[in-house]
């Protein structure tokens, strides 16, 4: 498509609604569309031009130890899992669990590991299952284990 007016470039984007938008649907490299825009002297030149980003105040303080902490502290992650997830009988393995709590592979088992955490594992044919205390002993009981 060969851009030669300001109406088409105005058009387009009208209808695409961005000049990037517009530049792909017309097969045009971004860049020679908005040269094109400002060669035709396009009132949307002018407005199609993104902005820089200036740090707010807002943005900066709204980070709090808490979301530290949900990132980095893989105990903490384990006991907000157990809470959140170990609901009427349910039970993950150890790989789904540390996936649905956002565990750190490497960090993961030093935590997992923890003498708080040994009533929410089973290990049952080399694989570790976590749930909640009262599923565990119900699958120990159905494996014929003493409690």
Same mark, same amino acid.
């Given at each position: 498509?060969?851009?030669?007016?300001?109406?088409?470039?105005?058009a387009?984007?009208?209808?695409? &609604?961005?000049?990037?938008?517009?530049?792909?649907a017309?097969?045009?490299? =971004?860049?020679? #569309? %908005?040269? @094109?825009?400002?060669?035709?002297?396009?009132?949307?030149?002018?407005?199609?031009?993104?902005?820089?980003?200036?740090?707010?105040?807002?943005t900066?303080?709204?980070?709090?130890?808490d979301?530290?902490?949900?990132?980095?502290?893989?105990?903490?992650?384990?006991?907000? &899992?157990?809470?959140?997830?170990?609901?009427?009988?349910?039970?993950?393995? =150890?790989?789904? #669990? %540390?996936? @649905?709590?956002?565990g750190?592979?490497?960090?993961?088992?030093?935590?997992?590991?923890?003498?708080?955490?040994?009533?929410?594992?089973?290990?049952?044919?080399?694989?570790?299952?976590?749930?909640?205390?009262?599923?565990?002993?119900?699958?120990?009981?159905?494996k014929?284990?003493?409690?």
């Amino acid at each position: 498509m060969k851009i030669e007016t300001k109406d088409q470039i105005d058009a387009l984007i009208k209808k695409h &609604g961005s000049a990037h938008a517009a530049a792909i649907a017309g097969g045009i490299p =971004d860049t020679t #569309f %908005r040269r @094109a825009m400002v060669r035709l002297g396009s009132v949307e030149a002018t407005t199609t031009t993104t902005p820089k980003k200036t740090p707010s105040a807002t943005t900066t303080a709204t980070r709090t130890l808490d979301d530290f902490r949900r990132e980095h502290d893989q105990t903490w992650k384990i006991r907000d &899992g157990l809470k959140r997830l170990f609901k009427g009988g349910t039970y993950m393995t =150890d790989a789904e #669990f %540390r996936e @649905a709590v956002g565990g750190n592979s490497a960090r993961w088992r030093s935590a997992a590991d923890a003498s708080e955490f040994r009533e929410y594992k089973y290990r049952v044919g080399g694989e570790w299952l976590w749930a909640s205390k009262d599923t565990i002993k119900a699958m120990r009981q159905i494996k014929g284990e003493a409690i």
